[in-house]
């Protein structure tokens, strides 16, 4: 169910973080809204985080007790929605 809900999560952040992409189109470059950039980059990283943990996060659930194992499942839907939240919040222009 955990990779399901991923499945439809990281598309719907990666549409909102192609969005927000348009906060940096009133930037020439990275020196003129840094915090933009940062908030970009970090929007990237927690996409690319939540899906390679959606896909991995079966490995170490056979060895984890039943708490442990839905902690691991509970973890890409909520960093996706981090994601998303984070690219709502991306500051816009300088």
């Known amino acids: 169910m955990s990779l399901s809900i991923t499945l439809f999560l990281i598309p719907v952040a990666l ?18 809204c840094p915090k933009a950039y940062a908030a970009m980059g970090h929007t990237g990283w927690l996409i690319a985080i939540s899906a390679i943990l959606a896909i991995v996060q079966w490995l170490p659930a056979a060895f984890l007790p039943r708490a442990g194992r839905l ?24």
């Open 15 to 32: 549409f909102i973080y192609g969005i927000s992409g348009i906060a940096l189109d009133a930037c020439d470059s990275k020196a003129d």
């Open 71 to 94: 902690v691991l499942a509970a973890a890409p839907p909520l960093i996706a929605v981090a994601a998303m939240v984070n690219a709502l919040g991306t500051p816009a222009g300088r």
